[in-house]
């Protein structure tokens, strides 16, 4: 390894930048494969029926019809790659009937040479269902017996877990806070719409689909296990991606499934493409929240107790529940030094749209309620919140009851310590408690505190691997199935093999994220590309370099030791004096010798050694117009402790982006489901934060150096928006006193609790 | 190892079979990319100038013009990847001037939105040429002094060398055989016209090539060298081609350089597709000999002395000319115990379309006059034909007095046991000196042997590599660049991983031929992929299998001597009880068992050992009409020397193929050039056999078993047509007494022939 880092903690320009601002990058909807036609959905007007009867026999007639497939004739994926993982296993991975059971949900899909023909065809279908009765509240849900949404019942999965005895804890505790937090249905939202694949059968018998999944690899098993073909078979190519955020984390609902059964029995490649409004009223969203949270502090604020119970609102389907609801439980038991915590969670289907994977995946939620808890319990026992959490974290060497697994990289105290100095708190807040009531607009500060896992080492297979191969003139192919959603990760892991590699940066070329190209991958989610592909990376590295620096021991007749390899030329240790160029040495090996003609290839495959916390701490600043009930955040300071920054300036684009996803999911996003129809389902009614709406960001990277990690490096991607919620919702109550539990914190729920604080 | 093996040397069915027969696979002139334009040569009237000027301002103001690109501003490959070799070397790759040196040699290309608006274009721009006196004739080019080609003169290339002495052994000769021999300039006649390619800008600022290449790897480089980026950045991709035998053996002229040059001017993707008739004009074939030859033997027919003067006709640049001619001189000089071998040979420029690779690669030109000469030798000393060879080739043990590596498998006996007994030579021999001169029909048999090496390994840069994934069902993936002309090598290659591995056939996938999925390989040309490609894919799998027997070992704990992997089970050596299924062991680790997540890759790059020789004897039967000089090749045997047939369907494929190529040498296949213009640029004139044409083909798999191979393969490709002119030549002498020793025999030459034997 080098010692004077070059190119890691660098802000080198990502990889796609020029392609992607000069729009020759292509993504999912731009893309066009020779003879394609068209797939289209035909979704349920229902929220609760069984599809007595299909008669496509009108549409069959339509020149350029090419074919239709039920939705009961093929396998929905109902659960996540953990399923994957034995065969017992893999029978929970799909669901297959002839149900729906939300409005939206897919009752078949056409295929035809043109999507004016194939909207055609839909019209002409006939759709007999026997319509059931439907429930949309989860707590109605539990009890209700003449609603079966599933066969085993309304309850998808309950769970109540306890660490030291809550009882006991709460006996002990001189002050305790209790009180509900719900959270809203939040959308991903992404700037490219969720829901465009193309399925080909082709080459040598198999399947080639352009997919917008974070996780090609499991879609590739997925889809070979639904189509009844060898993984071999199964090519998984990911294009550009404008922003996925949990919500392409395994298969769309309806999309790529029915697409490869609709392309095989259409005998062309079929494209399918989402609408905005199919994306926004029959895709997976936030699993919706209801914390009944209780906790328990001594007087001088040491944390003795919590009782969390969890109602999830799981929607039609149960896609990730489990891993959400125990991502909630990682993190929120994790967090603090809480000797005694009781946690019950219980996931209930609704007739609803359903639920998946989202940034944060069940911490933002629970996060919510157990950092608005403790800051009505800071307030109530008088100590500055920041105060609070430093108080009560859990730091380096510190156990996680949930795991078991000692903290190694510890910067919490950065962040809260770095953040507050960032925000000047001490002052704002100060400032907010002296304010004039003059005019309608209150300034006021708040602030929440999170740990987010890297990577899913302990609760979901978690693969990384890389292959690194040698070119004759030095330049550097890297084989990574990492998808890049729009983050850059593909750009890090190109540092991180240039820096072990000791080359220039423009000489690696990373691959396409290509599972004919690229070994195993667990995919890009759980903050875990710049830890867990970043450690493939640089193990494949190392031992390329390993074995770059055994030839030219041999090619220049020195002792190894006396070699490095840097700025792309072997050099002697000592002078530093080049002595022959990476490429010449290359070529010679590769080309020059025809008795050797070798090319370094190295690989790597594994896991992590472990799922090191990112700790964080958002800061926010509002203003609140008590006429209007109106939140305007002012600036929001988000610290987090990346271990590493690899590359300063895109840790600073995740922070920007999530610190204003966050101020979304706060003030304005969630779905509004009335009788199981969605309301808002796209931008003219479901509201993101515009460029206008955001805050000014101020970025604070916290650098722990994660000994587990390359170069240090730890996730950041879903951390840096988990606390924004708590830390508004804290600040509107610092400048109003207005203290809202449910999100979103709509003016109209401000203005009542301000006439409630009145009264 | 395997013992008995179960997918080598079986019949499997090719594994792109399917797709080609039923139209779905695509072929370069099939594939469309987004965005592309058309691009378009102009091409030099004189078959010797120099551009003085071009104005293409009218063509610029054509609506949909996209850009044009001068010949003279783009490098052209004059060599071949030997000049990859080393800094210096590389100096030689290219020339780029502002000469035309052919009729049809490229002076520009223009893009244009389609094809009319190009030709349009073509139309519309003015080129102003010096002209300049040309030569034609090889033997005038030599001692011309008024047209100088190149700078450095006509002469290319010329080299003496002198094995033994041939003075002191024509001396002891006590009968000498003597003459001229020439051989005409045959033309690839794929089925796929050879020109066609898309080249576009983009992903990452690299350069993408859809090529009909053999050699994507070093096409790869050449671009990477012509466009000034690095390796890395040059994506090479093959679609399915159909037929190659040397014509893509590089870059074809005027193709893929200057398409990439015009894409980068253009701004989007090029597509070039050259016309039949620019196929035949002015791309490369194969290099027409002239070849004095004299034999020197004792009574007993033992060969004591021969010597070649060889002077090729290059055409106006110089691609492989010289390892073409290197190649004559290894396979002419190696196959016959001759102790003393004089061989000079001279590569001259003139001013027609250039030669280039060719099946054979020197070694049917050489082998026609060699042949033929060892057949009038044998007719003078009274010996039979097969005798003859049998008491002269250089077998097992033997060395090579060229490359002085000694023969480690040797079937040249078996090749013309069996295959004259296939032939029923000694009946059908007698019974062409005994027929009547009744009617105007004769027949007559003849023989030719040959050997020719497997791969490059002594003349060029020749690696091989493979990476094998094995994925969470066991079916595998192979990564390899072999570029599949029609053989079916990548079949080949896909039976030795099933057979190393122990699981079916179909639980393998090979990957694209696309330098971005596969690792370094030397393409596919010298009959190279089975024993060079398969080195490498037998070294990967080994290697992987010995990965799968270690986690074997620790998954059911037991030892790992006492498992075996056959049939896709991991198994009892003893009992062959199935322990635990491939894909099962493969789940567990990969995907199962969280702390693993380890998925199995193996990788090998390197050379072969060897270049071994295959061994080969071609019999002919001929009718031929004395009144009309018609010669109908009634039946062929092709005996060859595969070492083992790891598919001996494909192994026939190749043989029927080749042998009938070889009637197409020896009767009709030749450019006719006049004042440097091609008459025959297109099948209407250029006469390759049809099927009616095609003579009955008996093919002989002789097994020699080569140490150095997998499972004892060597190669097989150019093998199968390389002495089939000469066989058939020597059975026209057997059938009417006239010798023809210029290629083509045609009914011309042979009623010449017959008229001077009358007088």
């Given at each position: 390894m080098?010692?004077?880092?070059t190119v890691v903690g660098t802000r080198v320009t990502r990889i796609d930048a020029m392609e992607k601002v000069t729009g020759l990058g292509l993504y999912a909807p731009d893309l066009e494969v020779q003879g394609m036609v068209h797939g289209l959905t035909l979704r349920s007007p229902h929220p609760h029926a069984r599809v007595v009867s299909v008669d496509g026999s009108r549409a069959e007639k339509l020149p350029g019809f090419r074919g239709l497939v039920k939705a009961s004739e093929v396998p929905r994926v109902c659960g996540t790659w953990f399923n994957l993982r034995s065969r017992k296993e893999l029978t929970k991975l799909f669901q297959q009937d002839d149900k729906v059971r939300f409005i939206g949900d897919p009752v078949l899909v056409v295929a035809a040479d043109d999507e004016e023909t194939?909207?055609?065809?839909?019209?002409?279908?006939?759709?007999e269902y026997q319509v059931l009765p439907a429930v949309f509240d989860p707590f109605e849900a539990v009890v209700s017996t003449d609603v079966k949404i599933h066969d085993r019942g309304n309850v998808g999965f309950h769970i109540v877990k306890e660490y030291g005895d809550s009882d006991a804890g709460f006996a002990e505790a001189e002050v305790i806070q209790e009180h509900r937090y719900v959270t809203s249905k939040q959308k991903h939202a992404s700037l490219e719409p969720c829901g465009t694949c193309i399925a080909e059968w082709g080459r040598e018998g198999s399947l080639t689909l352009w997919s917008t999944t974070q996780v090609p690899h499991w879609t590739q098993m997925y889809l070979s296990l639904a189509m009844g073909i060898p993984i071999a078979k199964v090519r998984v190519i990911r294009p550009h991606v404008g922003g996925a955020f949990g919500a392409r984390a395994g298969v769309i609902w309806g999309l790529e499934l029915m697409c490869a059964a609709l392309a095989k029995e259409a005998g062309h490649p079929v494209k399918m493409e989402f609408t905005r409004e199919e994306d926004f009223s029959a895709t997976e969203s936030r699993h919706p929240f209801t914390v009944d949270y209780r906790v328990g502090a001594k007087r001088d604020g040491t944390l003795v107790a919590a009782d969390a119970r969890i109602v999830i609102d799981v929607g039609g389907y149960g896609t990730h529940y489990v891993s959400v609801l125990a991502d909630a439980l990682g993190t929120g038991v994790g967090i603090y030094r809480i000797p005694n915590y009781r946690f019950e969670g219980t996931c209930v289907y609704t007739n609803k749209s359903l639920g998946g994977a989202f940034r944060g995946y069940g911490n933002p939620q629970m996060n919510f309620a157990q950092e608005s808890a403790l800051d009505e319990l800071a307030e109530k026992l008088g100590i500055d919140p920041v105060e609070m959490r430093l108080k009560n974290y859990r730091g380096a060497g510190e156990l996680d009851p949930v795991f078991e697994v000692p903290v190694k990289s510890d910067g919490m105290r950065g962040c809260l310590q770095d953040g507050a100095s960032a925000m000047d708190w001490q002052v704002r807040r100060a400032a907010s408690r002296e304010q004039k009531a003059e005019g309608t607009l209150r300034r006021g500060v708040g602030m929440a505190a999170h740990q987010h896992g890297t990577g899913a080492r302990f609760g979901l297979p978690d693969p990384?691997?890389?292959?690194?191969?040698?070119?004759?003139?030095?330049?550097?192919?890297?084989l990574t199935a990492c998808a890049d959603d729009?983050?850059?990760?593909?750009?890090?892991?190109?540092q991180i093999a240039a820096e072990v590699l000791g080359v220039p940066f423009e000489w690696i070329s990373v691959s396409d994220t290509d599972t004919a190209i690229a070994p195993l991958d667990g995919g890009t989610h759980g903050s875990r590309q710049t830890y867990c592909g970043g450690t493939a990376v640089?193990?494949?590295?190392?031992?390329?370099?390993?074995?770059?620096?055994?030839?030219?021991?041999?090619y220049l007749e020195r002792s190894q030791e006396g070699?490095?390899?840097?700025?792309?030329?072997?050099?002697?240790?000592?002078?530093?004096?080049?002595l022959v160029g990476l490429g010449d040495l290359m070529r010679h090996y590769q080309v020059g010798d025809f008795s050797r003609c070798h090319e370094v290839i190295a690989h790597a495959s594994g896991v992590t050694e472990d799922q090191p916390p990112v700790f964080g701490a958002t800061f926010a600043e509002v203003e609140v117009d008590v006429e209007t009930g109106q939140v305007r955040v002012i600036k929001m300071v988000g610290a987090f402790d990346v271990g590493k920054a690899i590359n300063p300036a895109q840790c600073e684009g995740q922070i920007s982006g999530g610190l204003t996803m966050g101020v979304g999911y706060a003030l304005t996003e969630g779905l509004v489901i009335e009788d199981g129809k969605v309301l808002n389902p796209g931008y003219r009614d479901y509201k993101i934060p515009r460029a206008i709406d955001a805050p000014e960001v101020v970025s604070v990277l916290v650098e722990s150096i994660e000994p587990t990690g390359p170069f240090g490096a730890k996730g950041l991607?879903?951390?840096?928006?988990?606390?924004?919620?708590?830390?508004i919702a804290?600040?509107?109550?610092?400048?109003?006193?207005?203290?809202?539990?449910?999100?979103?914190?709509?003016?109209?729920?401000?203005l009542r609790a301000l006439k409630e604080t009145a009264q």
């Open positions: 080098t010692e004077q880092l194939a909207r055609e065809a839909i019209s002409l279908i006939d759709v990384s691997s890389a292959v690194i191969r040698i070119n004759a003139d030095g330049s550097v192919h890297l729009g983050q850059g990760n593909r750009t890090v892991l190109a640089l193990k494949a590295a190392t031992e390329a370099r390993e074995s770059i620096m055994k030839l030219a021991a041999e070699l490095t390899l840097t700025g792309g030329n072997i050099a002697d240790v000592d002078t530093g004096e080049s991607g879903e951390a840096t928006m988990i606390s924004s919620a708590a830390a804290n600040a509107v109550h610092d400048a109003v006193g207005a203290r809202i539990r449910e999100l979103t914190i709509t003016p109209e729920k401000i």
